[in-house]
């Protein structure tokens, strides 16, 4: 099952031009807040701290206006629990924590477990 699914529609939106881990990154970072996404980051912004040059340029460039950048209240709602594990999935991988001690541990499916090891692999790669 695509974790995607779970994102409210705007973050929907973001995941389709930066991608779910950034998008998470993204939520993370300023989740539950007003968030001005302005045309371009200059290096050293949050937004490239945050989620990494390429996507910040995707989002800017996507959200850009007329007027230069825009305001957008940046959804959190239940993608917090989920971010954490994650997260917490992807450290004790990081720390050769077997796929199904990590399971246990976060109280999720082996398969989600794998999931997550395959993104990060792809995420190395890509």
């Known amino acids: 099952?695509?974790?995607?699914?779970?994102?409210?529609?705007?973050?929907?939106?973001?995941?389709?031009?930066?991608?779910?881990?950034?998008?998470?990154k993204l939520v993370e970072a300023r989740g539950g807040s007003l968030t001005y996404i302005p045309a371009t980051a200059p290096d050293g912004h949050w937004l490239v701290g945050a989620i990494?040059?390429?996507?910040?340029?995707?989002?800017?460039?996507?959200f850009r206006t007329g007027c230069g950048g825009m305001d957008i209240m940046m959804p959190l709602g239940s993608l917090s629990i989920t971010m954490k594990r994650r997260q917490a999935a992807e450290q004790m991988t990081r720390e050769g924590v077997s796929r199904s001690d990590v399971a246990r541990r976060l109280g999720i499916h082996t398969r989600t477990v794998q999931r997550y090891r395959a993104r990060m692999r792809d995420e190395l790669q890509g």
């Open 1 to 24: 099952m695509n974790e995607r699914l779970f994102f409210p529609p705007l973050l929907n939106e973001i995941a389709d031009v930066i991608g779910a881990h950034a998008t998470l």
């Open 52 to 62: 990494g040059r390429d996507a910040a340029d995707k989002l800017c460039a996507h």
